[in-house]
Nanobody, 132 residues
């Protein structure tokens, strides 16, 4: 049971990438999803999240207006469309499910340090490299 992020690559500043988060061993429609990223030497940070219905979506301030999160529950995937990419977006991107007391959450959680929230179903991330 895990999530697998894919779709990363190398682009120039101003370019776009579409990341996919696919579930293996379970269906995504009962789980909120958070996209994280981690750059070398930096802490992991939440980039975007989406609730089970897709009605609630939140973004890191620096991603607002440039990134769009969406989900295809029928296709068992969540996407992160990233436009107007900047060199500061360079990182490994992961997707994960937020939990509280071993119960998966249906609502959106973006803060990586949120109280009493943990994340699971991590898979291998996908590298995004943006050159200036």
């Amino acid at each position: 049971v895990q999530l697998q992020a894919s779709g990363g690559g190398s682009v120039q500043a101003g370019g776009s990438l579409r990341l996919s988060c696919a579930a293996s061993g379970f269906t995504l429609d009962h789980y909120a999803i958070t996209w994280f990223r981690q750059a070398p030497g930096k802490e992991r940070e939440g980039v975007s999240c989406v609730s089970t219905s897709g009605d609630s979506r939140y973004y890191l301030n620096s991603a607002k207006g440039r990134f769009t999160v969406s989900r295809d529950n029928a296709g068992n995937k969540v996407y992160l469309q990233m436009d107007s990419l900047e060199p500061e977006d360079t990182a490994v991107y992961f997707c994960a499910v937020p939990f509280h007391a071993r119960t998966p959450l249906r609502f959106c959680v973006l803060d990586a340090g949120a109280t009493e929230v943990s994340w699971d179903y991590w898979g291998q991330g996908t590298q995004v490299t943006v050159s200036s």
